[in-house]
T-cell receptor
Framework: DAGVTQSPTHLIKTRGQHVTLRCSPISGHKSVSWYQQVLGQGPQFIFQYYEKEERGRGNFPDRFSARQFPNYSSELNVNALLLGDSALYLC?????????????FGSGTRLTVV | GQNIDQPTEMTATEGAIVQINCTYQTSGFNGLFWYQQHAGEAPTFLSYNVLDGLEEKGRFSSFLSRSKGYSYLLLKELQMKDSASYLCAVSPNYGQNFVFGPGTRLSVLP
């Protein structure tokens, strides 16, 4: 079975540009969460979606947005990129919304803003 | 606020035992997770504690004390491949907006 897949794996963008990151959850998983991991730090929660509805939002500016599609895949969009947005963006899928389900993480998208 | 503390770095010798501590202060508690993350890779699930006590899984064990806001991950018979970052994460509510600690980078030396 395929795990959580993310694309692209690496990306370089210029300040002020827009970026779209994509995530396909494990088959049968309906919950997708996005995290930002700056080098040397733990992941920080950005969004959680379940059944195409936003179920949680972290402390990130409105430049960050996301959506989930009918097939449960998800996109994370970031507008007006800043140098500080450079990070590893992790997508995690789960079979449900409760903590007991745990996460399965994708390998991430490494975004570099120059 | 939400706060999770872990040591930044630890070093241990192959074959030894190491304990990685985690303390947390969160608005609520619905479980504590430990993840392993090798450099440049995705975090992988190690353990989950929601009740006080010790959970053992092979060479890895995890302990939780909710009254003390404290957990530890115990790694036995260390192997070189255990060199990685270990992330402590708390679920403060029923949903899945986990709060992660900064991670502990463990180096296993021969």
């Amino acid at each position: 079975d395929a795990g959580v897949t993310q694309s692209p794996t690496h990306l370089i963008k210029t300040r002020g540009q827009h970026v779209t990151l994509r995530c396909s959850p494990i088959s049968g998983h309906k919950s997708v969460s996005w995290y930002q991991q700056v080098l040397g730090q733990g992941p920080q929660f950005i969004f959680q979606y379940y059944e195409k509805e936003e179920r949680g939002r972290g402390n990130f500016p409105d430049r960050f947005s996301a959506r989930q599609f009918p097939n449960y895949s998800s996109e994370l969009n970031v507008n007006a990129l800043l140098l500080g947005d450079s990070a590893l963006y992790l997508c995690a899928s789960s079979g449900g919304t409760g903590a007991t389900y745990g996460y399965t993480f994708g390998s991430g998208t490494r975004l570099t803003v120059v | 606020g939400q706060n999770i503390d872990q040591p930044t770095e630890m070093t241990a010798t192959e074959g030894a035992i190491v304990q990685i501590n985690c303390t947390y202060q969160t608005s609520g508690f619905n479980g504590l997770f430990w993840y392993q993350q090798h450099a440049g890779e995705a975090p992988t699930f190690l353990s989950y504690n929601v009740l006080d006590g010790l959970e053992e899984k092979g060479r890895f064990s995890s302990f939780l004390s909710r009254s003390k806001g404290y957990s530890y991950l115990l790694l036995k018979e260390l192997q070189m491949k255990d060199s990685a970052s270990y992330l402590c994460a708390v679920s403060p509510n029923y949903g899945q907006n986990f709060v992660f600690g900064p991670g502990t980078r463990l180096s296993v030396l021969p």
